[in-house]
């Protein structure tokens, strides 16, 4: 056949390497795009709201409490989420969950108001917070089946890690850019109570037209027609069903992850208390033409997350196609060790920018391996079922996470005897933060000793 005579499919596409280096299907780049949108406005916020709180007169335990809530909903939603979109379809299940993380972002904006009005000696302001948590949280956790469904749809099992590791970058450009313009807008604030709640409410303004972007975005682009749709959900049976049917290969990864996330969520919502209250690190900058800069501790730990992103950003992907050759297991270790490691370094870091600044960029590479373990979960699932083998994995595992924040809340702020009332525990951060670390420890050489590859990547 001539080359005049080839049919035009045959034609070359000079975006065809790029597409599939990162595995940017159609249907994938939609979910990137809510991704970011969702993103930008969850990591703006969620990793302030301890200051933000701490503003609002919430005391250490609470903040703790508000992070152990977040483990009860990261628990709860993932699997209902999940059959939901087997059921409905990824289009309407996401747009569903937008609308509610919208609506989320917009409670956390006017709980201030609320801060005059109480119940007995409970401000309705940290009632807001809560409540607004479980909208806001709805996209991020509800929806956490249904866009590990859309990339199982759309990529070859061979290539699982690359194509969430475009979905990833998308979103972790959100996680640098969120905080880059966190620690600008607080810039210009100082820090006390006031300041810190008047910059927060621009931020979350910030989220609500991003989510409802994002919103509008998924419903309109995403193509419903090439969803996967399974069977109704059944209730609380399918549910037993579904976690006994759950394939083995996941069974020490679950172990393993459940240890390392339970120790993360003992210390994850106090890193930003770490670096304001506790080291109480900022920095000074002298820039031409500029003069001196000088960023508050809240300011400067917008600079410390973006660093971590801009490692996360660097790596995932080189990362997502070298785990094609090495495999799954060996990448989803090293985040797993930069889990647990992390915690015990930036409790005992000393209050220098520059010791901050590196500790944080080396904790950008947990999220090196989130990618292939994101692949190494819903791998093993039956098309038709992601969502559901999704949720059911992340059910079972956040449920056991709930009270890590808690714990380290109480370790870290002491408790007393609830019988006589003694102080037992006047509280230690440092002993909070090294707790953790030994947990994570435990979870990373379970799975590393106990977890097995992914068949498609062997």
Not at 429 to 434: E, I
Request: with cysteine; hydrophobic share 55%.
């Amino acid at each position: 056949m001539s080359l005049e005579q080839e049919p035009a499919d045959e034609e070359a596409d000079p975006l065809d390497a790029f597409r599939q280096f990162f595995a940017l299907e159609r249907d994938v780049l939609v979910l990137s795009a809510a991704m970011f949108a969702f993103s930008l406005g969850f990591q703006m916020t969620s990793r302030y709201m301890a200051e933000y709180m701490s503003a609002l007169g919430a005391s250490v335990f609470v903040i703790g409490l508000f992070g152990t809530v977040g483990n009860v909903v990261s628990a709860v939603y993932p699997y209902p989420g999940g059959a939901i979109s087997d059921w409905i379809g990824s289009r309407y299940a996401l747009t569903a969950f937008g609308l509610c993380s919208t609506l989320g972002f917009g409670v956390w904006l006017v709980a201030p108001a609320l801060a005059g009005v109480s119940i007995g000696s409970v401000s309705l302001s940290i009632v807001a917070i809560f409540v607004g948590l479980l909208l806001a949280q709805a996209w991020k956790s509800f929806g956490l089946g249904a866009t590990f469904a859309i990339v199982k749809q759309s990529v070859s099992p061979s290539h699982l890690a690359a194509g969430f590791a475009s979905t990833e970058t998308f979103r972790r450009t959100a996680f640098l850019v969120g905080p880059l313009f966190a620690a600008a807008l607080f810039y210009p604030f100082g820090s006390s109570s006031g300041e810190i709640v008047t910059a927060f409410q621009v931020i979350l303004l910030v989220a609500v037209v991003f989510g409802v972007l994002g919103t509008v975005a998924q419903h309109v682009l995403y193509r419903a027609d090439e969803d996967d749709i399974g069977k109704q959900f059944e209730g609380v049976p399918q549910l037993l069903a579904d976690l006994r049917a759950m394939p083995d290969e996941l069974r020490p990864l679950l172990v393993g992850d459940t240890l390392v996330r339970f120790a993360n969520g003992m210390v994850y919502v106090f890193f930003v208390i770490v670096v304001t209250r506790f080291l109480e690190v900022g920095l000074t900058l002298s820039l031409p033409a500029v003069g001196t800069v000088a960023l508050s501790p809240q300011s400067y730990f917008g600079i410390l997350l973006g660093i971590e992103m801009v490692v996360a950003l660097l790596t995932m992907v080189p990362v997502a196609k070298a785990a094609e050759r090495v495999g799954l297991k060996p990448v989803v270790g090293l985040g797993f060790a930069v889990y647990a490691i992390f915690p015990i370094l930036l409790i005992n870091a000393p209050a220098d920018p520059t010791v901050l600044a590196v500790l944080f960029a080396f904790s950008g590479l947990r999220f090196a391996g989130l990618p292939a373990h994101k692949a190494l979960i819903v791998g093993p699932a039956e098309r038709g079922a992601g969502g559901r083998v999704t949720g059911a994995y992340y059910l079972l595992r956040n449920v056991i996470v709930i009270p890590s924040a808690a714990l380290g809340g109480l370790l870290w702020g002491g408790f007393s005897n609830p019988l006589t009332g003694a102080q037992a525990f006047a509280g230690d951060p440092t002993v909070a933060f090294g707790i953790a670390t030994a947990i994570g420890l435990l979870g990373t050489a379970y799975f590393l000793l106990f977890g097995q590859e992914f068949e498609a990547y062997r």
